[in-house]
């Protein structure tokens, strides 16, 4: 009963308690001065989110749960708060001339949000459809940065690049296209 008690808690608060440290990093650490300088890198990965979001809802590749808090609120929250703060925390920090150490920045931020990802798993807060998997989600978040650092220096390449990868994204998990339209 202490068991199931505790784990319902820890359903309840892993959410918010993760988008509150998001931002109270993000405050601390984040590059705020040049915000607009990111701006644009925001915007082309919550438009991103909101695009696949609405290509994927009648057909999720995962599923959030919360005992409160619905699927859309926290896909929401993770455009609208993780996001940004994560942008503003990755890209000043992207070592500038070191591909070694470039790797090494990708790994670290893919690291963090597969450790999220995984205690999401755990308190069984996500959930996994039509094909997708945990190592599914670790390839995503290593494309997501690449794409990031990407649209940040050569954004008129990255747009392009973002609609082919989505294509293929539809084509290996056979997305239902007529359902669509």
């Known amino acids: 009963m202490v068991y199931m008690t505790t784990f319902i808690i820890l359903q309840l608060i892993f959410r918010p308690v993760k988008a509150i440290l998001y931002i109270l ?17 925001i915007l ?76 999401s798993l755990s308190l069984h807060t996500i959930s996994y459809h039509n094909g997708w998997n945990y190592w599914w989600s670790v390839a995503a978040d290593v494309t997501i940065f690449c794409m990031i650092r990407l649209h940040y220096e050569k954004p008129l390449f990255a747009w392009p690049l973002s609609v082919l990868l989505f294509i293929v994204n539809m084509i290996v998990f056979k997305f239902p296209l007529g359902e669509l339209f």
């Not at 409160?68 to 942008?87: G, W």
Request: proline share 6%; net charge positive.
């Open 25 to 41: 990093v993000c405050l601390k650490w984040g590059d705020w001065r040049n915000w607009r300088k990111y701006y644009p890198t």
């Open 44 to 119: 082309y990965v919550i438009i991103w989110d909101l695009i696949f979001n609405l290509f994927t809802d009648n057909y999720p590749l995962w599923t959030f749960y919360h005992p409160f808090l619905k699927h859309t609120f926290s896909d929401l929250l993770i455009a609208f708060v993780s996001f940004p703060c994560a942008i503003l925390l990755y890209l000043p920090y992207v070592p500038k001339k070191s591909i070694i150490k470039q790797i090494l920045h990708i790994a670290f931020w893919t690291g963090m949000l597969s450790l999220f990802e995984a205690i």
